[in-house]
Structure formats: structure tokens, C-alpha cells
């Protein structure tokens, strides 16, 4: 590159501390690969923007529409990929650039947090230069400049009258200046979160140096150890799901957006696999997701935006309402299965709950207390396969529209039966909050609701976007 000037300012003949200085005050930079100081909690990574950009402005509107305000108080281990992402784009945002320079955003993200991504990224591209790199059409389709690599070579594929470098730089010598006392006390915290990997490195290595020391005639003792332990770190279960026609590139959705049925004659087939035990039906739904709800004939995007949870104790109801981006993922489980691996505590409540240990945090303080207890709470309840409520856009850019699982929502009332030691029981589920529920009781509630015939519903042309349902509009909308 033979010259580069960004608002006055040639970058190109800066010398590598000059370079490093601009860097550090004017870009933000998002890859994939979502850089934490693990032993720091998100809260944490605030606090040294902070310190070092001299800078007390939270953001607490990015905050909201990014739905990471539960998250502040986690590890970054605690985090999903999705939660990684959208707390990276915060903090590169916090820094307050000029330029902010992002790597796939929304590649690890649902439909409803890509929208909520794809919102903030259009609100602050008004006073930064937002650069993004992604296959995401979604993202394509709002860009004010569209730039594509052929052949090595960057090519302009369009351009509007819109230009995002009007404003005028502080001046690229000015340093940040770092408090070291401050600085100290969040060092401070991240070695006191460290000392119990330092206990658990320091074990490790005592046992690594212990089994070394064995000859070689224990081998067969040290290879069905760890066999035993992996069997009991990992489920031997395996989730199968059939991706829509133009939807191959897609993973399994909770939400079961893209997801066909998978039909008899497939079913018969993966039987006959000769490791196959037993096949059998499970849910998994998102129940923060309005696109699962069936249209009735009132608008079915206007979903409370909270979801409500009740602990009843001994006739004491305790409210514990969350925002509905939060909302648990609903998931099965089966009686006659030994789950005892993934149960971090047992009631002697049968045939209800299990809830996650993240979810337990978050309703009560002492996961003893919810010994005994009782949860109120909406299920949703799978009725019917739909298509035609969204449509998306496949790996070749062609339209199409894929099948939605519709679900009826009941509020109901079962005792906690546990809790897990992560959200997963069986099947690995990433999910932070989640609920398990005998999959029997899950079973009634579909025959309860099970549809005698198809329908079909029509989309009235409405400020609300209310729908009729098998009943034509009188007038032509379209």
C-alpha cells in the first residue's frame, strides 16, 4: 500500500509506536475468537475499559438490545458463543472508536439476536465507520457499501451517497493514561479467581507424574479408567435432525426453524445401524422465541416480553419474572434413564423438574432452598409443523421457506425434582437456562392439543399483522 490517510492523518509514514497509539485510540477490532482475560468476570473487562480509556459511559441502551445485562456477573467460560459474541461487540463499542472492524458477528447467533446485532450495528454506524466481513445476507442487505474479494482484489459491488468520515479525530499523539492503583485491585481479584486453577494445575500435574510412574504391564487398568471416565463425562446419545432443502448449512435449531420431519422409512434406517440401541422422540424448544407460538385470531408477535417463572413454597408464591430474551429452553427427559451423572441434586420429588444450575442461581440464592418447592411456569407444547410464517435465504441466495414448529403455551404447576450441574441432561445442550420436563407429561400435553386436520391462515394487511385463520379475507390485500 502506498499511501493511507484517515481524516487527515497519514497513517502510512507513522513509525510503529505512532501505529500502535492510533490503533489503541481510534479501532476496535471483533474476531471470532472472542479475546477475554478468562479469570476476569465481563463486569470486570468493563472496569479496565474504563481505566484505561478514561472513559465512565456504560452504554446501557447497548446494553438492553444486546440482551447481556444477566451476563455482567459471568466468567467467560460461563458464556455461550452467542453470549461471547454479543458481549465482544459491547466492549468493542465501549472503547468508544472511530472504527469498529468485525469478523462474522452473527455467525454463532439465533434469528432474534442477529436482528438485535443487525439494530445496534445500524445505530452506531452513524458517528463510526462499521466494517464488517460476512456471508450473513442479513447483514449484506443493510450495508451502506458493499465491497466483495475476487481473485485477491477488492472490488466495490455498490456504493451510496452516504459517507460515514465526516468527523474530525482528537489527535493521534494524545495517550491514554492508565491508573495503575485501580488497574491493581481488578489484577487483584483475577488472581484470587486463578488460585483454584492453580489447585487444580497443581493436582493435575501430581496425578500425571503419579500414573507415569506405573510400568507398562497397568496399562490395561489405566485404559479402562479412562474409559469409565468418559463415559461419564459424555452422553452416548446422539441428536439426529433434518435440515430443510435449502437450509443444509444450518445447525440444529431449537426453534426447529429448518428442521423437517424426519419420516418412517429414515427412522427405520438409522435403526438398523448396528450401534443403534433404541430411537426415541425428544423436545427441545426455545420458549424466548415468538416465531414458535401458533397464529390465533389475534396478532401472535404480541408476546409478553417477560416470562414468568413462580416458586411455591408451602403456600408462598415467589415471583421470578425474567426478560424473555432469557426465557429457558424447554427439553425432555425420561424416567426409566440413569441421569445421575448430570444431576448435581436430588429431591425426593418425582415426576418433575430438573432445572439447570444457572437457572437455580437465578431463582434463589441457596439451590437448598428450592428443596421441596414447586414450579409455576408456561410450557410450550408442540402442535403443529408450519410453513409459510418466515422465510429465509439459502446458502446460494435462493428464497424459501422454511418449516416452523408451532406451539400451544400452558401454564402449569410440577414439584423440583433437581438440579444439574450444567444445562445439559443427556444430550449436551448449550443453553444457559433450561428446564427439563418428563417427556411423558410433555407426551399428554401434545395428544391433549393434537390437531384432528391441517389449516391454513391468512396474513391481514394490518398496522398489528393480525391473522384469520381458515377464513379468506373478504377483500383483496395484496
Known amino acids: 500500500m502506498s499511501a493511507f490517510d484517515f481524516a487527515g492523518i497519514d497513517i502510512t509514514h507513522m513509525d510503529d509506536d505512532e501505529k500502535?497509539?492510533?490503533?489503541?485510540?481510534?479501532?476496535?477490532?471483533?474476531?471470532?475468537?472472542?479475546?477475554?482475560?478468562?479469570?476476569?468476570?465481563?463486569?470486570?473487562?468493563?472496569?479496565?475499559?474504563?481505566?484505561?480509556?478514561?472513559?465512565?459511559?456504560?452504554?446501557?441502551?447497548?446494553?438492553?438490545?444486546?440482551?447481556?445485562?444477566?451476563?455482567?456477573?459471568?466468567?467467560?467460560?460461563?458464556?455461550?458463543?452467542g453470549e461471547k459474541s454479543r458481549i465482544s461487540l459491547y466492549l468493542a463499542i465501549l472503547k468508544n472508536p472511530d472504527i469498529i472492524i468485525l469478523d462474522e458477528p452473527t455467525a454463532s447467533l439465533d434469528l432474534y439476536n442477529t436482528q438485535c446485532v443487525i439494530d445496534v450495528l445500524s445505530k452506531i454506524k452513524t458517528n463510526k465507520i462499521v466494517i464488517v466481513a460476512t456471508h450473513d445476507e442479513k447483514i449484506i442487505h443493510c450495508s451502506d457499501k458493499i465491497y466483495s474479494i475476487e481473485g485477491k482484489t477488492l472490488i466495490l459491488k455498490t456504493e451510496?451517497?452516504?459517507?460515514?468520515?465526516?468527523?474530525?479525530?482528537?489527535?493521534?499523539?494524545?495517550?491514554?493514561?492508565?491508573?495503575?492503583?485501580?488497574?491493581?485491585k481488578i489484577l487483584t481479584r483475577m488472581k484470587k479467581h486463578e488460585k483454584i486453577y492453580q489447585k487444580i494445575v497443581m493436582f493435575m500435574t501430581i496425578?500425571?507424574?503419579?500414573?507415569?510412574?506405573?510400568?507398562?504391564?497397568?496399562n490395561n487398568i489405566v485404559k479402562t479408567t479412562n474409559t469409565n471416565m468418559m463415559n461419564q463425562l459424555s452422553s452416548t446419545e446422539i441428536l439426529i435432525y433434518k435440515p430443510s432443502g435449502g437450509y443444509p448449512d444450518q445447525g440444529i435449531s431449537h426453534s426447529s426453524e429448518g428442521n423437517e420431519i424426519v419420516d418412517t422409512n429414515e427412522l427405520e434406517s438409522i435403526k438398523n445401524i448396528s450401534h443403534v440401541d433404541e430411537i426415541r422422540p425428544r423436545v427441545d424448544i426455545e420458549m424466548c422465541n415468538p416465531f414458535v407460538l401458533m397464529i390465533e385470531d389475534k396478532n401472535y408477535r404480541?408476546?409478553?416480553?417477560?416470562?414468568?417463572?413462580?416458586?411455591?413454597?408451602?403456600?408462598?408464591?415467589?415471583?421470578?419474572?425474567?426478560?424473555?430474551s432469557n426465557a429457558p429452553?424447554?427439553?425432555?427427559?425420561?424416567?426409566?434413564?440413569?441421569y445421575s451423572q448430570a444431576i448435581l441434586r436430588e429431591f425426593n420429588q418425582k415426576n418433575g423438574v430438573y432445572i439447570s444450575k444457572m437457572l437455580a442461581d437465578y431463582l434463589c440464592d441457596n439451590i437448598e432452598d428450592l428443596n421441596g418447592t414447586s414450579l409455576e411456569f408456561d410450557i410450550y407444547i408442540p402442535v403443529y409443523n408450519s410453513v409459510g410464517k418466515a422465510w429465509a435465504e439459502s446458502s446460494n441466495g435462493d428464497i424459501f421457506w422454511p418449516n416452523i414448529t408451532s406451539c400451544k403455551v400452558e401454564r402449569i404447576t410440577l414439584p423440583v425434582s433437581g438440579i444439574l450441574k450444567s444445562s445439559s441432561m443427556g444430550i449436551n445442550n448449550s443453553q444457559s437456562y433450561a428446564i427439563y420436563v418428563?417427556?411423558?407429561?410433555?407426551?399428554?400435553?401434545?395428544?391433549?392439543?393434537?390437531?384432528?386436520?391441517?389449516?391454513?391462515?391468512?396474513?391481514i394487511k394490518s398496522d398489528d399483522f393480525k391473522f384469520s385463520v381458515d377464513k379468506k379475507p373478504l377483500k383483496k390485500i395484496f
Open 329 to 338: 429452553t424447554l427439553n425432555s427427559y425420561y424416567n426409566d434413564k440413569d
Open 160 to 184: 451510496d451517497n452516504h459517507m460515514l468520515c465526516d468527523k474530525e479525530l482528537d489527535n493521534v499523539d494524545k495517550n491514554y493514561k492508565v491508573i495503575p492503583k485501580n488497574i491493581s
Open 438 to 459: 418428563e417427556n411423558q407429561i410433555i407426551m399428554n400435553l401434545v395428544d391433549k392439543y393434537k390437531p384432528i386436520s391441517s389449516r391454513t391462515c391468512y396474513l
Open 20 to 81: 500502535q497509539k492510533f490503533i489503541l485510540k481510534h479501532i476496535s477490532f471483533v474476531s471470532q475468537n472472542y479475546d477475554f482475560i478468562s479469570d476476569l468476570r465481563i463486569l470486570d473487562h468493563i472496569k479496565l475499559i474504563h481505566e484505561i480509556t478514561q472513559s465512565s459511559n456504560d452504554y446501557e441502551e447497548i446494553i438492553n438490545e444486546l440482551n447481556i445485562g444477566d451476563l455482567l456477573n459471568k466468567y467467560p467460560n460461563e458464556l455461550s458463543g
Open 207 to 218: 496425578m500425571m507424574i503419579s500414573f507415569s510412574s506405573f510400568a507398562t504391564g497397568f
Open 302 to 324: 404480541a408476546q409478553n416480553s417477560k416470562y414468568n417463572l413462580i416458586i411455591k413454597d408451602n403456600g408462598k408464591d415467589i415471583d421470578k419474572t425474567m426478560e424473555l
